[in-house]
């Protein structure tokens, strides 16, 4: 702790990051008493919040003008400037920021503590170099003492929005120049936290500790940063170097620029300062001269402080106004201009009925104090002489206090957390007001009760604003992901993969793994689709690793082939693709292409993989498709004859399904006991198709087509209906060869699978009688869905001709048939649909 020689008097002087502030903590904690006036309600609280960690809550008070905790044992208090309680004696008095009597609008107040404050043992004042004169002109005795800046400040120049760095500070000069800088970091770098003079401590602090906790990387203020708000800051951008100051705009002095710039860099960490340049807008510019007193911590001195009478006379009305309005003596003191408590108790002095109240004792003091409510909602004067005017009205009249029912109403009315940011804090303004009413002691009749429904009707509106404030200004998870693309070691943010695949970053959503697949949240916008896959790839290596080793060790019952029309044939484990099946060897040995997702995994990983996929589609074709296999060996194996091996290769080649007469000559070199062996193989050599029966059903017929895609390299065509024996025949040839493959034969407009084919062709057969005319059984037929079209079609394939009365049977019993049974045909019956094709020329 510094010591002083024993002083009545000492003034601290220098830039911002000097300690100023924590010295004064420091040294009122060493005394038995103190008070300390800071500029700001904000910068009040956050003290106070250090001081009671030293002394404990019951020894340390909050006095401001919307918020008061006093405990009954309370010895130091923590105040803003305006209630520091100059009635009671302090070991201690400290104010804060005391260059601010130089401010027209409020510097009155802070000159006047700075000539009267005094603590009992120790005095200490608290501001920038350029109140040195000032003090040496006021307070001759005062032991000025300067603090030079713990880091250095250097000027970085502008920045674009997008270049500005980390742990930045953007500053402007109001609320829709902060809310639009804040939109645009929203977009662009993830969000920024917001602090404004306007919001409540909660709020504040809310907002602060986004900041600092590194949920955000940058903050935009208004000017009220510059008021010792602690913060981790690196650098400060001005959006502007002109603000309004309540009567003009104007350019900041180099002090105030100094004073906000200065909140770049903390203790001994460097900081750096510059200017915002956004696009539409012309970017302001320091002047040169400006940046070497900012660098240099060399400033203009003060010439002249605001004063306006601290103690007026409460006589009477006119004697108050008299007094308010007195000029200074001293040389170096100005007449502050007119402030809105002022204006105010000018305009309700003109009202005849206030004077008429004021003539009764102590009735000026009453109108004073209710004149000296704050205009929080900046109505305005007029507006605000108003509701003063009503206040003071209930204060003179009856028991002295305002009527419950209209502050009960008026905080109803309030009570509400719908709306966007600007209802909000409008709303919070208006709650400042009925605030600082129930912190008066005398104004209602339970102010206790007041107070303290005041205080939660501003929490739940403070955490509706901060909560509203967030959602418009901090895309979370864009925020995370430019944390995360940066992290480094012990920095990087912690990773979870869901049961139900959801993948999440420091607790947000970037998207969802699905088998080894991330698929980016849908809702992200454009610009965030390639940083969530960027984070996905560096962040999922090892949830990939560790489902490629359950894959490699599943049950067979994981894994399924995929053969959705349209799409690669694919390879699916626990419901999602991990390969795709392309041309190989030959039809039942196709090559197992991974998915591209899993080109994150290790070399080791993949090859386990593929091992295990092998392994599944090996033991699948040999279940599906086992006598296709047998007769794709047989046709290798030379212990077989020739004339049965140039059978079986094409068939093996075909699928297992293939047009008779394109074996023909191979079939005039088989003879009866040539044939018999084929038979262990299933094959059937039928009037029209070879094929084998077990190979048609649904899932072996899947399976086959398939894998002919896949040797193809093409997509995965339609198949038959399951279940059905005749279908509609497809427009496209692609799908058509699929269901030839598949099993069925193209009869025109429709086509029915082979082995229905040789039932109709056998029952054909069975109902002719030698080389009469005869009408087909049209029931089966029928009962197969096979239109007359289709049949007759059929029926010409079959070696028939029509005639007028039915069919006549052209050649030789078919090959593969017994001689058909010597019978009499049956009659058509009338409307009967195939009876009526005897005469039809086709």
């Known amino acids: ?27 009122m904690c060493g005394h038995s008493s103190g008070l300390i006036g800071f500029p700001l309600r904000l910068l009040a609280r956050e003290v106070y919040d250090r001081v009671v960690a030293i002394k404990g809550v019951d020894s340390v008070a909050l006095v401001t003008g919307e918020e008061k905790i006093v405990p009954d044992k309370a010895r130091w208090f923590l105040t803003t400037a305006e209630s520091m309680p100059l009635d009671k004696e302090f070991a201690f008095v400290a104010l804060d920021e005391a260059q601010l009597s130089a401010d027209p609008e409020r510097g009155h107040v802070f000159t006047d503590r700075l000539l009267r404050a005094r603590g009992r043992e120790e005095t200490m004042i608290l501001g920038s170099e350029a109140l040195r004169p000032m003090l040496r002109a006021l307070t001759p005795d005062a032991d000025i003492i300067t603090r030079p800046r713990f880091s250095t400040l250097t000027y970085a120049g502008p920045a674009k929005l997008s270049r500005l760095p980390k742990r930045s500070v953007v500053v402007a000069f109001s609320a829709e120049e902060v809310y639009a800088v804040a939109e645009m970091l929203r977009r662009m770098r993830g969000g920024a936290a917001v602090v404004m003079g306007a919001l409540s401590p909660r709020t504040r602090n809310a907002q602060v500790q986004m900041f600092q906790a590194g949920e955000v990387d940058y903050l935009v203020a208004t000017d009220a940063i510059g008021m010792g708000l602690n913060m981790d800051v690196a650098h400060v951008a001005f959006a502007s170097l002109r603000k309004f100051d309540g009567r003009k705009t104007r350019r900041l002095t180099v002090s105030e620029m100094a004073q906000i710039a200065g909140r770049a860099g903390r203790h001994q960490r460097d900081g750096t300062f510059g200017t915002l340049s956004l696009e539409g807008t012309q970017t302001a510019q320091f002047e040169d001269e400006e940046v070497l007193s900012i660098e240099e911590h060399r400033f203009p001195t003060l010439d002249h402080l605001y004063w306006r009478e601290g103690k007026p006379s409460l006589a009477s009305l006119d004697a108050l106004i008299a007094d308010l309005e007195r000029k200074p003596t001293a040389q170096v003191l100005r007449a502050a201009p007119q402030a809105i408590d002022l204006a105010v108790l000018k305009r309700l002095a003109d009202e005849p009925w206030v004077r008429e109240r004021t003539t009764i004792s102590g009735s000026v003091g009453r109108l004073w104090d209710a004149c000296g409510l704050p205009d929080f909602r900046k109505t305005g004067p007029e507006p605000h002489s108003r509701l003063v005017g009503r206040v003071f009205k209930h204060l003179s009249e009856g028991e002295g206090h305002l009527p419950v029912p209209w502050f009960a109403d008026e905080l109803a009315r309030l009570d509400t957390i719908q709306g966007d940011v ?23 009749a339970e102010p206790g009760v007041w107070a303290e429904r005041t205080r939660a009707l501003e929490e739940k509106l403070s955490d509706a604003l901060h909560q509203r404030l967030t959602q418009r200004f ?25 049961e139900d695949g959801a993948v999440t970053v420091d607790g947000e959503s970037i998207g969802v793994l699905i088998g080894f697949r991330f698929k980016a949240d849908p809702l992200a916008r454009h610009g965030d689709m390639k940083r969530l896959m960027a984070a996905a790839e560096r962040r999922l290596g090892d949830e990939l690793s560790r489902r490629a080793r359950a894959l490699s060790v599943d049950e067979d019952s994981g894994f399924s082939l995929a053969t959705d029309a349209g799409r690669p044939v694919a390879l699916f484990w626990q419901g999602d693709v991990v390969a795709r099946l392309t041309k190989g060897k030959h039809l039942l040995n196709p090559r197992i292409e991974l998915h591209r997702a899993l080109d994150a995994l290790t070399a080791i990983d993949r090859q386990a993989v593929t091992r295990r996929l092998q392994l599944w589609l090996d033991d699948q074709v040999a279940r599906h498709l086992g006598p296709l296999a047998d007769i794709a060996a047989g046709a290798r194996d030379p212990e077989q004859p020739g004339p049965a091996r140039a059978l079986l290769a094409p068939l093996a080649q075909a699928g297992g399904v293939i047009a008779r007469a394109e074996l023909e000559d191979v079939l005039g070199a088989l003879d009866r006991e040539a044939r018999a062996p084929l038979a262990k193989w299933g094959i059937r050599i039928g009037t029209l198709d070879i094929f084998v029966a077990s190979l048609i059903k649904p899932e072996p017929a899947r399976w086959r087509v398939a894998l002919a895609a896949a040797q193809d390299n093409a997509v995965m065509p339609m198949l038959p209906p399951i279940g059905a024996v005749s279908t509609p025949t497809p427009r496209d040839a692609a799908t058509c060869q699929a269901f030839v493959m598949a099993g069925f034969r193209p009869l025109g407009a429709q086509m029915l699978r082979v082995d229905q084919v040789e039932r109709l062709a056998r ?22 869905g096979l239109m007359p079209a289709s049949f007759a079609q ?3 394939a079959l070696g028939f001709r029509t005639a007028e009365q039915g069919w006549v049977w052209k050649g030789k019993t078919a090959p593969g048939h017994a001689p058909a049974r010597k019978r009499k045909p049956d009659k058509p019956r009338p409307g009967n649909a195939f009876g009526a094709l005897a005469g039809l020329r086709i």
């Open 794 to 796: 059929l029926m010409l």
């Open 422 to 444: 600007e209802t909000l804090a409008d709303r919070l303004a208006a709650v400042r007001t009925w605030a600082y009413i129930a912190h008066r002691p005398d104004w209602l």
């Open 474 to 498: 901090v895309d979370r998870r864009t925020s995370v992901l430019m944390r995360d693309l940066g992290a480094r070691g012990s920095d990087i943010l912690p990773m979870k993969v869901g």
């Open 763 to 784: 029952n054909a057969h069975d109902t002719r009688s030698g080389r009469a005319t005869f009408a087909p059984d049209a029931a089966l037929a029928t009962s197969l």
């Open 1 to 27: 702790m510094t010591r002083f020689a024993a002083q009545p008097l000492v003034a601290v002087l220098g830039p911002t990051n000097t300690g100023k502030t924590h010295l004064a903590v420091e040294r």
